[in-house]
């Protein structure tokens, strides 16, 4: 019974406190009671570290839809990572494009000049989506985890002693509070003892979270280490894409130049519809290249065919 005793008075002690800790709170916020306001350096860390959190998200997200524009796959991608399972392997866009274009090619026959080409396009198009494959894992590691340690683990950290240093100033300023108002000697005793414990409290937790939040200098620095493996990652890979495509322009002008100026005057040379036997007779008289027969037959042709025919 006396056990019983005990943790009930404990119990309503804690409940009296956490009733006066909320009442203190409206108060505050009524604009009725004072405040014991956070020194200056402590504001500044707190501050700071709100921006860091901020930016680093922003950044984080960012860089993930930099990485993986399409929604859909990074929600997948997200879901087998809470589900601690890998997803499954899809070839990404430039190896799919890769693909088709080998698939093309060998239809219309390697042997063609077209074929040939589209299958050699096609390798260069799945090493560039290989070369991205690499850059998305090497980011994940060295650049987005830190960040996202950041976010899920420190930061977290720094907002429960947060949370806990409000709560301890709130009972320091009940405190406070409750020693104006006592009038009899020894009730004023008590609040004066309460108030240097919660004092003492308070002042420790405040220690507890400005060392936590000088950190963040910390975290700064090994951030800026995290960005420079990113931009060298991505140094890598514009320079084995832009490798691959030097390599691709190089194969692709060793192809016969009857070939080449055949597909550049079929692009530059405009095309005229012909609509009557006359047009053809004047376009005649511009061309003495070309002989009477040729003319004459070809306006023959135009005249036994039904419809409209076109050069």
């Known amino acids: 019974s006396g056990c019983f005793k005990f943790v009930l008075e404990n119990y309503f002690y804690e409940m009296n406190i956490f009733n006066l800790a909320n009442l203190q709170f409206t108060e505050e916020k009524l604009g009725q009671a004072e405040k014991t306001e956070l020194d200056a350096h402590l504001e500044n860390l707190l501050s700071k570290a709100e921006c860091t959190k901020l930016w680093t998200e922003k950044i984080m997200k960012q860089t993930e839809v930099l990485l993986q524009p399409n929604p859909n796959a990074r929600i997948e991608e997200f879901v087998y990572e809470k589900l601690d399972r890998k997803a499954p392997s899809r070839m990404n866009n430039p190896e799919l494009l890769g693909q088709y274009m080998i698939d093309a090619g060998n239809e219309f026959g390697p042997g063609t000049a077209y074929g040939n080409a589209l299958i050699k396009c096609g390798e260069t198009q799945k090493r560039i989506g290989a070369a991205d494959r690499e850059l998305i894992q090497t980011s994940a590691i060295n650049f987005l985890t830190p960040l996202r340690n950041f976010i899920e683990g420190d930061y977290k950290t720094i907002t429960k002693e947060r949370k806990l240093l409000q709560n301890k100033r709130l009972d320091l300023d009940a405190a406070k509070t409750r020693l104006k108002k006592a009038k009899v000697a020894e009730a004023r005793a008590a609040s004066e003892q309460e108030v240097r414990i919660t004092q003492s409290e308070f002042d420790r ?98 005249k036994s065919s039904s419809g409209s025919r076109k050069a």
């Open 205 to 302: 937790q405040a220690e507890i979270t400005r060392l936590l939040l000088e950190g963040i200098s910390s975290t700064h620095a090994h951030h800026l280490r995290c960005l420079n493996d990113f931009v060298e990652a991505q140094m890598t890979y514009y320079a084995q894409c832009y490798q691959y495509m030097l390599d691709l322009q190089k194969q692709l002008g060793s192809f016969p130049s009857t070939f080449l100026s055949n597909n550049n005057q079929s692009s530059t040379t405009p095309v005229q519809s012909v609509s009557s036997p006359s047009v053809l007779a004047s376009a005649s008289a511009s061309l003495p290249s070309v002989s009477n027969s040729m003319v004459t037959s070809g306006l023959s042709e135009l």
